[in-house]
Every structure is written in C-alpha cells, then in structure tokens.
C-alpha cells in the first residue's frame, strides 16, 4: 500500500536560514509527487510538482524540491527562509493512473524565529 | 482571480442540525472532490465526482452527502452533525486525462464549529 512519511511534526529555523523538509514515500512504481503549503485557517496552496523529467523542481516561493528514486524521497528544500513561511507543509503522493488517490503525509509544521 | 472559492469559511451549526457546505470553481475542472480535515492532520477524502459521476470513499459516514447540480458547483451536505465532525473542510478540483493524475487546486476551506 502507497504511504508518505513526514518524519519531522515540528521544525523551527531562524529567519535566514537554510530549511529541509523530509518526505518519504511507499510506492510500487514512479508516483507523482506534491508539496502543498497550508497557512493557519487557510486551505492547501501548491508549492511545485513532480510528474517526471528532471528530478529538481522550482517551485513558488523561492522552494525547491529534489526526486531521489533510490531513497525514495523528495524533499523539500528553501535556501533562506523567511517570516512569512512559517506554516504547515503536506507532501502527497499520487499513483500516475488513478486521479483521485492522494496520499498524503501527516505535515510539518514550521516555526520561523526572528 | 480565486479559481475554487468556498462559502461560507466559517460555519457554526448545532448538533443534529442539517448544515451546507459550497464551493464552487472558475477553472471548469470536470473533478471535485470534498476532503475532511481535524487539527494536525492531514486532509482525507470524503468523496470525489468525476463530471455527473458521484465516487464515496469507502469509510466516509452516510451522514455526510453531496451534489453537484452542474460543473461549476458542489455541496457538502451534513445530514445530522455532531460533535466529531468539526472540522476544516477542503474543497478541491482537477482536470485528469481520463484516468490520469493531475494536480489538485484547493479552495481555501470551511472551518465548521459543532455546538
């Protein structure tokens, strides 16, 4: 069964500093792979997407993330944080052939510090 | 500019008191689905419909019903709630080629109180 694993519930950094979010996967075959980020009392925002092609993604906000197939990871990575991205972050997972099966990881909630 | 926009973003009801939840989507995406979402976890699907088609999950309450009377709209009924169904409800859409994964767009959600 395809499952996501967020191994960190909370995470604080200062502002400025560097910030890598874990995710780790359980699937069968290639997936198709999600970072959302979800404000307090707000809904999910997509931040980038991996569908295939070239395992570094750029996505909004200035975050990256990186597909690594032989650790089956895909990690969410900012070189310099800041206030404002303080919130809750969802990896999911999603079988290529079957649109309405997300999995999603349990978050991780992120604490800027000044 | 808001593509998936759900009304009201915060509802309160009794217990026992039918509520409606709606949400509707500019991106003329044939899937909508309604995702249920307590403190500190992760979103977790209720039910999705594929243009007319209506898909329950397996685990989903029958309490809880929906329609989507055309491609623009879809709503979340609460036929009797109670205490455990407060929650954040999360409204989403996407646009699969056939059976395809594509990205799903959320709308910013309905916080719902049970009194």
């Known amino acids: 069964a395809q499952s996501v694993t967020q191994p960190d519930i909370h995470i604080t950094v200062s502002e400025g500093a560097s910030l890598e979010l874990r995710c780790n996967y359980s699937y069968g075959a290639t997936p198709y792979l999600f970072w959302y980020v979800q404000s307090p009392g707000q809904g999910l925002q997509l931040l980038l997407k991996?569908?295939?092609?070239?395992?570094l993604v750029q996505g909004i906000k200035g975050f990256e993330a990186e597909f690594k197939r032989s650790q089956s990871s895909f990690n969410l990575r900012k070189p310099s944080v800041h206030w404002s991205d303080a919130a809750e972050y969802f990896c999911?997972?999603?079988?290529?052939?079957?649109?309405?099966?997300?999995?999603f990881g349990s978050g991780t909630k992120l604490n800027v510090k000044p | 500019d808001a593509m998936v926009i759900q009304n009201p973003r915060y509802q309160v009801t009794q217990f026992g008191k039918p509520v409606t939840l709606s949400c509707s989507q500019t991106?003329?995406?044939?899937?909508m689905y309604w995702y249920q979402q307590k403190s500190s976890q992760a979103p977790k699907l209720l039910f999705h419909y594929y243009d007319k088609d209506f898909n329950n999950e397996a685990d989903t309450p029958d309490n809880f019903q929906s329609r989507r009377p055309n491609t623009s709209f879809c709503f979340l009924d609460i036929r009797s709630p109670g205490l455990g169904d407060a929650a954040m409800y999360l409204c989403?859409?996407?646009?699969?080629?056939?059976?395809?994964?594509?990205?799903?767009?959320f709308g910013p959600g309905t916080r719902l109180t049970v009194l």
């Open positions: 991996y569908f295939s092609g070239d395992t």
């Open positions: 989403a859409t996407s646009s699969p080629l056939g059976l395809r994964t594509d990205t799903q767009y």
């Open positions: 999911a997972v999603a079988p290529s052939y079957n649109f309405n099966k997300f999995y």
């Open positions: 991106l003329n995406h044939n899937v």
